[in-house]
């Protein structure tokens, strides 16, 4: 039976991936989190519980501090690596850099190594921040960063991991390929993100802190489509077919956008929470963030040239989903 590394089990992204493989492929996980997420929240144990309540096992490691000789003595040979874990999210808090490169850079390179070390294909998780403010007029495709254009500090660890892994495939070290995720959203999701923290505060009646301009809009893209599109690439990898080489050779970019290609408006969001809650919202207009982009917007070509075509999902009745499952939940 193939062996699948997932890391960042324990999150929004890595639960669900873990969950959904279980359920459609006959495979054996073996997940890795630090449980210390960016931002703490009981939705780390909730989510543990759960995977432990199907039989999932979390092993606890810090990637940045573990060698890739270490890994290998603690898990064995793995057929493939789905590396998530990382701290997520534009804002990092000044003097949390390095935290920030300790598990998004360090970990990475990491896992990067334990893949040489195994001769095991990466997928990783990047992050639509890199293209910084492009995605405000249009659409951006992946070869659109000749340059880097993000703003911050997380979208500089994601860009670095996107280099260090192309210069691996280069060498011919490790194959891979990084998914540019847009603002992905859905049940025992992040408190920290916009779809979830509205839906808290306004069922708190607490102000809702916008920044920048209800105006800015996000390429809002349902976990759904995350799990199809992961779904579809592990199993072409543990096929031994080429995927990963004609990903790469389609554009000169070991990266694909994972992002659902509609951006919505931050005040459209809102609207469709306060409609669904049938309660008002308590807003207030603040500076923009520097880190933060003003509008993010995924050209899905070279996806749809690689995977295979998505459900259309529509993004009111998925948000109505997941604030169904927060009034369960709470
Ligand atoms: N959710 C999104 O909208 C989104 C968008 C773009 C990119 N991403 C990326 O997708 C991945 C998953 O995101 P998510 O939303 O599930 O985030 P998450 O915070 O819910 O999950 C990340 C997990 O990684 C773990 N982790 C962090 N550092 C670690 C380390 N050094 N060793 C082991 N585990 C560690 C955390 O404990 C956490 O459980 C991340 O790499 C994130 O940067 C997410």
């Known amino acids: 039976m193939k062996r699948i590394l997932v890391t960042g089990a324990a999150g929004f992204i890595g639960f669900h991936t873990?969950?959904?493989?279980?359920?459609?492929?006959?495979?054996?996980?073996?997940?890795?989190?630090?449980l210390r997420p960016a931002f703490e929240s009981p939705?780390?144990?909730?989510?543990?519980?759960?995977?432990?309540?199907?039989?999932?096992?979390?092993?606890?490691?810090?990637?940045?501090?573990?060698?890739?000789?270490?890994?290998q003595t603690q898990i064995g040979k793995v057929d493939l690596v789905i590396h998530l874990a990382a701290s997520p999210g534009v804002r990092v808090p000044l003097g949390d850099e390095s935290v920030y490169f300790e598990n998004n850079v360090l970990g990475f390179t990491n896992i990067l190594n334990f893949c040489a070390l195994l001769g095991a294909p990466l997928v990783f998780a990047s992050s639509s921040s890199i293209y910084g403010d492009k995605g405000q007029s249009g659409p951006v495709p992946e070869a659109?960063?000749?340059?880097?254009?993000?703003?911050?500090?997380?979208?500089l660890a994601k860009w670095t991991n996107e280099e260090i892994s192309r210069l691996y495939y280069n060498n011919g070290y490790v194959k891979s390929v990084g998914l540019r995720f847009f603002s992905v959203y859905g049940k025992y999701g992040?408190?920290?993100?916009?779809?979830?923290?509205?839906?808290?505060?306004?069922?708190?009646?607490?102000?809702?802190?916008?920044?920048?301009?209800n105006d800015h809009r996000r390429d809002f893209t349902p976990i759904e489509y995350v799990l199809a599109d992961l779904l579809f690439l592990v199993e072409k990898i543990l096929k031994n077919d080429s995927i990963l080489d004609r990903i790469y050779e389609y554009d000169g970019s070991n990266t694909l956008n994972i992002g659902a290609g509609q951006p919505v408006r931050i005040g459209s969001l809102l609207e469709v929470i306060v409609e669904k809650l049938g309660k008002s919202a308590i807003f207030e207009l603040s500076e923009l963030i520097p880190e933060e982009s003003t509008g993010t917007w995924s050209d899905n070509n070279k996806r749809n040239s690689f995977l295979s075509p998505r459900l259309d999902l529509d993004f009111k009745e998925q948000i109505g989903h997941f604030v169904d499952w927060y009034l369960d939940a709470k």
């Open 43 to 71: 939705m780390t144990s909730t989510r543990v519980n759960i995977l432990s309540k199907s039989g999932h096992k979390v092993v606890v490691i810090n990637l940045a501090k573990c060698s890739p000789q270490e890994l």
């Open 190 to 213: 992040r408190p920290d993100m916009a779809y979830y923290s509205f839906t808290q505060r306004i069922l708190e009646g607490v102000p809702i802190k916008i920044f920048g301009s």
């Open 18 to 34: 873990t969950l959904a493989l279980k359920k459609c492929l006959d495979v054996e996980l073996i997940l890795i989190d630090s």
């Open 144 to 155: 659109s960063m000749q340059t880097y254009t993000g703003r911050g500090i997380y979208a």
